[in-house]
């Protein structure tokens, strides 16, 4: 029986598609699928391609789950992330063939308009992963949005619309999101865009993230594990476009360990970690990463534990580094940014 649903965590950067689908085929990916209906109907008619769609809200998996089962196919998967996430970390330029993206969540309002999915920033991304003459399919029913969304096409270097227009206003033949039925029943205007990427090389701007070796410092320190713990204030640093925030520290009730929580944040992913400071046989301090949560060892996470490394040997004037394997000094007058 197929397994229809891929689990972020166990996906490589980037994936191999032609293995998690076990045969090479042309990748088409919908984004924001809700209730998976068009999502089953397009891995139906398009039994010649891999079809993924991204959702991320858990309700939205199940009901996809539940289409793509009661389709009948075997070439549909889902996958709890977010678009961005999935774009830049899962795939490898050029290997997306199609992307629709069917009534993207409008945020309507004035000041929230910088949080639509569509913008400038997302096109490159898509244009980054996108396939020279691969297709990009938008719907929406919002006027500005349509209008920002076209005025957004028409200014990027990567991508022509197959039509004479921006969009056009008539889809016949396609199947009906739940949106775009709700729209339709309201007399709204829904606008349909399909532009293609052309062949204009993307800008290298979407590295695919880097997994680390397990960041961790040794440190010698007189202070006791509860005198670190008496002295610990909320850190933050911030290097390059990585940010992390280490606002808590919590004593375990085993006597040789304290947890720090860690916020990282570093495009396109952001996490919550535990950062522990371990008092080893020998006397030394141990920083390093909790395996609690299955945390990325990212370069925001060696940012993390040389942010409270620094903060440890800013306590005591002894204190002194045995070993690390971070690519920032632990000097903590240094400025490493
Ligand atoms: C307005 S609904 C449209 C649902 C469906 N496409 C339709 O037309 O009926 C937008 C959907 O996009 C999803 N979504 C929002 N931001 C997303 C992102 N960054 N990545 C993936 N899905 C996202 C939401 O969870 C929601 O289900």
Known sequence: MTNFE??????????????????????????????GHFLAGLAQQRSEANVLGVEI?????????????????TNGRVLQASAEYLLWACCAPGVVREVFINFPDPWPKGKQTHRRLINPRFLALLAARLSAGGLLHIATDVADYAQAIAADLVQSPYFES????????????RVRTKYEQ???????????????????????????????????????????????????????????DIHVRLPMLFKSQQEHLLLVEAYI???????RVGLLIKRRA?????????????PWPTPGVQLAIAC??????????????????????????????
């Open 6 to 35: 891929l689990y972020a965590r166990e996906l490589a950067w980037p994936v191999d598609w032609t293995a998690v689908y076990h045969r090479p085929a042309p990748l088409l990916l919908e984004i924001g699928f809700g209730g």
């Open 282 to 294: 020998d006397g030394h301090y141990l920083i390093g990463l909790s395996e609690m949560g299955f």
């Open 308 to 337: 409270l490394a620094r903060w440890l040997i800013s306590l005591a004037a002894d204190t002194a580094v045995r070993h690390h394997n971070l690519p920032y000094s632990l000097d903590p007058k240094t400025d490493h940014r």
């Open 182 to 240: 709700l729209a339709l029943v309201a007399g709204s205007t829904c606008h349909y865009f399909t532009w293609q990427r052309n062949a204009v090389p993307a800008a290298d701007e979407f590295p695919i993230p880097q997994e680390t070796p397990m960041p961790h410092a040794i440190l010698y320190s007189p202070l006791s594990l509860l005198e670190i713990a008496n002295r610990f204030t909320p850190l933050h640093d911030t290097a390059a």
């Open 162 to 173: 197959l039509f004479e227009t921006p969009f056009v206003t008539q889809a016949d033949g």
């Open 265 to 271: 944040n570093e495009e396109p992913i952001s996490q």
């Open 57 to 73: 809200t858990r309700p939205s998996i199940r009901r996809g789950l539940k289409k793509l089962q009661a389709a009948g196919v």
